[in-house]
């Protein structure tokens, strides 16, 4: 069938590519929260009114609303189709913005910000992806999940400059309405060409000729639901290692104006901006390499040189008058390992539990990502607020991401597995944990040979 019908995979791709560029609105929170922080210390009439120390609630908020509505969203985007599932997610967002132009309440913000328009980003994030990577072969996956959730990681390119001048033009509310208006209009438009292909559909993976073809057996398909994944050990560990990753990249662009505000001034919006390029290039590069390379050697390489970055920030940002230059490169390549996560996990997800019920298995997965960021954001504010410094947040972030690097050495490569072996017959997640960790630590080492080599 693969040759009879017109493959729409660069269509479908670039279509996920804008609805993640225009719900990337995500990644300004830390323009916004500026404004708000400015507004509180100055007072007087229609002035935020809000506890400093709850200023990044609506963010956190909306990293744990964004990610658990993508198991609703998963399961819809499996059962209603991609483009549905994308239009709800216009409307949330653009109805949440729609609030924030008419109140600066924190609960105003939190509903509107926190739970409106983080379920708008599940609900449209979790449509984007899924139909792209149906109309590719396996060998691509990592490439077409990068470029994909790229958009996401990119958005604060143009978000950030624009975001800068309409608050200094029109004011926070009112720049909430054009927003909304213009996230509303530009998603639920994208929606309509995300589309799945037809039933029967099997890209071509490398060229064969026909005899070849003919003569080499049929690779057995991998279709786990979500009961059998989360029989899994690997679950476990993917859920924890995205916790971590997710969590300490969460917490940086949180406050990325913040900090780059010492040196930079009113052209802090510009670490912002610069800090998305590493964001988006991140999850393209590593969803080449971990085609290449593999993504448990990608994900580890990835993890120490974040877990470094973190401790080198320390005396960066503790510095009375930090170099400018030098912030800007660290939030560059802070946010360069941070996209790297958002391409592997979602690649991860595929090549062990399969497409057919993937909207589902990832979402479940991506609740990690949620967690990590409430967790991580709302601790690292309190931290930052109780000690007046950064040094305690990067100290903690640092730590467990040498963690994550360790446990990535137990996801070994998926080996190809016929449906009734998916559904995994293991004693305890706890004993497949420590079996699969320690097998990949013994491949990771060499001790033993590895299925795939790195």
Request: hydrophobic residues 50%; charged residues 10%.
């Amino acid at each position: 069938m693969s040759d009879t019908v017109k493959n729409r995979g660069w269509q479908v791709t670039l279509a996920g590519t804008g609805i993640n560029l225009a719900l990337g609105v995500l990644y300004a929170w830390s323009i916004f929260k500026g404004a708000i922080k400015s507004s509180i210390e100055k007072g007087g009439p229609g002035a935020f009114n809000w506890d400093k120390a709850s200023i990044n609630d609506p963010y956190a908020i909306c990293c744990l609303a964004f990610a658990f509505s993508m198991i609703i969203a998963g399961k819809a985007q499996d059962k209603i189709g991609p483009a549905r599932t994308a239009l709800i997610g216009g409307v949330l967002v653009g109805t949440g913005f729609a609030i924030l132009s008419q109140s600066n309440s924190y609960l105003a913000w939190v509903i509107g910000f926190g739970i409106l328009a983080g379920s708008g980003f599940g609900f449209g994030y979790s449509a984007a992806t899924p139909p792209a990577l149906k109309w590719f072969p396996s060998s691509k996956t990592g490439l077409i999940a990068g470029i994909v959730v790229a958009g996401f990681g990119l958005a604060p390119v143009y978000i950030a400059p624009l975001a800068t001048w309409l608050l200094g033009s029109v004011g926070i509310q009112t720049s909430m309405l054009i927003l909304a208006a213009a996230f509303a209009i530009v998603v639920c438009g994208l929606s309509f060409f995300l589309v799945n292909p037809p039933a029967g559909y099997v890209p071509a993976d490398a060229p064969k000729s026909d005899a070849a073809a003919k003569a080499a057996p049929a690779k057995p398909t991998v279709n786990a639901t979500a009961g059998e994944m989360l029989k899994s050990g690997k679950f476990y560990i993917l859920w924890i290692t995205y916790f971590i990753g997710a969590g300490a990249g969460l917490m940086v662009i949180g406050s990325v104006a913040g900090i780059a505000k010492k040196s930079m001034g009113s052209m802090a919006f510009l670490a912002v901006a610069i800090m998305a390029l590493g964001n988006a290039g991140g999850r393209v590069v590593a969803g080449i390499l971990s085609d290449k390379i593999g993504r448990m050697a990608t994900l580890c390489i990835m993890f120490v040189f974040q877990a470094a970055l973190m401790f080198a920030a320390i005396p960066l940002v503790g510095a009375g008058h930090p170099n400018a230059v030098l912030i800007v490169l660290l939030a560059t390549f802070i946010g360069f390992n941070y996209g790297a996560n958002l391409s592997l996990f979602p690649s991860f997800s595929k090549d062990y539990w399969g497409l057919k019920n993937y909207g589902l298995n990832y979402g479940l997965l991506f609740t990690a990502w949620g967690v990590g960021g409430f967790v991580m954001g709302r601790v690292s504010e309190m931290l930052n607020t109780s000690t007046g410094s950064f040094t305690t947040s990067f100290t903690l972030a640092g730590s467990l991401l040498i963690g994550g690097a360790v446990m990535s050495l137990a996801l070994r490569p998926a080996k190809a597995a016929k449906p009734a072996e998916v559904a995994i017959a293991e004693p305890s997640a706890r004993g497949v944990f420590m079996e699969s960790f320690m097998r990949g630590c013994a491949d990771f080492l060499g001790f033993t040979p590895s299925p795939r080599g790195f």
